[in-house]
Nanobody
Framework: QVQLVESGGGLAQPGGSLRLSCAASGFTFSSYVMSWARQAPGKGLEWVSGIYSDGSNTYYADSVKGRFTISRDNAKNTVYLQMNSLKPDDTALYYC????????????????WGQGTLVTVSS
């Protein structure tokens, strides 16, 4: 069955960096758009970033553009989120998600989500 397991969260200081990983299994990883989303305490889910199946295209929410970088290693079935210049507003539970259909698009539906990894940005 499909599994998405996030890791790499933790406590970071403002201006610091963290790298999140999402290990995928149970499907042909290299065929699907993958994305990251987050949910801050008391707020709704916010989409953060997405990447095409072959890594040829990436896209970001305005709130993280220029600070976060999404990447993937299809040989390792893993998608990453490098987060730099972290702000307290980045504090959230971060989820990775798998697109529902095996084709590349900027607009996709998601059918599987990981359990999340907590990022806390505080001094």
């Amino acid at each position: 069955q499909v599994q998405l397991v996030e890791s790499g969260g933790g406590l970071a200081q403002p201006g610091g960096s963290l790298r999140l990983s999402c290990a995928a299994s149970g499907f042909t990883f290299s065929s699907y758009v993958m994305s990251w989303a987050r949910q801050a305490p008391g707020k709704g889910l916010e989409w953060v970033s997405g990447i095409y199946s072959d890594g040829s295209n990436t896209y970001y929410a305005d709130s993280v553009k220029g600070r976060f970088t999404i990447s993937r290693d299809n040989a390792k079935n893993t998608v990453y989120l490098q987060m730099n210049s972290l702000k307290p507003d980045d504090t959230a539970l971060y989820y990775c998600a798998k697109a529902r259909e095996p084709w590349d698009s900027d607009y996709v539906f998601y059918d599987y989500w990981g359990q999340g990894t907590l990022v806390t940005v505080s001094s």
